[in-house]
């Protein structure tokens, strides 16, 4: 996918894209809108989307104020919907396909989700990188995430913030939302794709 950073006020990643009563989002983490803290919307907050193989930034749309977003003391908030702009969402309407995602509550019941194995993409260092799920439903550093992967190849950084995270049939599982260094091992931390969006509305463009 070339369209994948993404920036506000701060450099994130976009995760794909929402289908809503007919309509299409883009769907990122909220914090690169604000930074950590919400304060409230005040003007509207502009997106835009960086072509990897132009070196150019196009505008992206808008945030869009009547749909979830954050607050500062609960990371399983920590997303966005971005109202795509009518001219882009003409050049990648074509190039858009569902993406299926995992059933998170039922992989947890039967013992299926620690262990998993998964894949991303760095857009900050253009790497793929690979983890597996060691913990989820926990509370660690005073936030509250939806999953913990600990990396075994590449890194996250600033900026992959939003990064989708898929098992290894590329169906998707969370998105990237926090990272940490601890002893030299690596971890993401994310929330789930089915805590945010209903099944069967996820997609992403293969451009």
Known sequence: MNFRKIYAAGEGTLTGYVRRNGKFFGLTTFHITFGEVYYGYGSKIRFDIFNTITKIWHLFGFLNEDLPVNTDNNRRMDYSFIEVEAKFFERISNCLYDCHFLDSINLGRTGKLIGLFVKGFSTVHNMKIRGMVDAYNLYED??????????????????????????????????????????????????????????????????
């Open 142 to 207: 005073g936030k509250h995430y939806d999953v913990r992967i600990i990396l075994h190849d590449g890194r996250t950084d600033e900026g992959d913030s939003g990064m989708l995270w898929s098992d290894l049939s590329n169906n998707g599982l969370c998105m990237h939302i926090a990272g940490k260094d601890s002893n030299g091992i690596k971890y993401s931390y994310g929330i789930f794709l089915d805590q945010i969006i209903n099944k069967d509305n996820f997609l992403i463009s293969d451009i």
